[in-house]
């Protein structure tokens, strides 16, 4: 099992995280078997949200190892996600 995570807060009501969607697709056909991307809404799950600090969607972080290794806010191309994962693989 990996032990990077790519965690995505995003909203359904949100259109920078719905721009977000193929990004992340591209980071999943990449780095899937070395990487977990999680989806996360924000509404359905706001103790989680609070725990990571998220105040605006889509918010990115990327654990490894539990710890938080990087976090992005606003739409972040799969180009610079794929870029700071390699980082910490």
Partial sequence: MSN?????????????????KPHLEKVEAELGDKVAVKVI??????????QYGV????TLVILKDGEIAK??????????????????L
Avoid at 41 to 50: G, K
Avoid at 55 to 58: L, M, R, S
């Fill in 41 to 50: 809404d924000v509404d359905q799950n706001q103790s989680l949200a609070a």
């Fill in 55 to 58: 105040q605006a969607v889509p």
């Fill in 4 to 20: 990077v995570e790519l965690l995505d807060f995003s909203a359904t009501w949100c259109g920078p995280c719905k721009m977000q």
């Fill in 71 to 88: 976090r992005f806010t606003g739409l972040t191309t799969a180009g610079v996600l794929i870029e700071e994962l390699n980082k910490v």
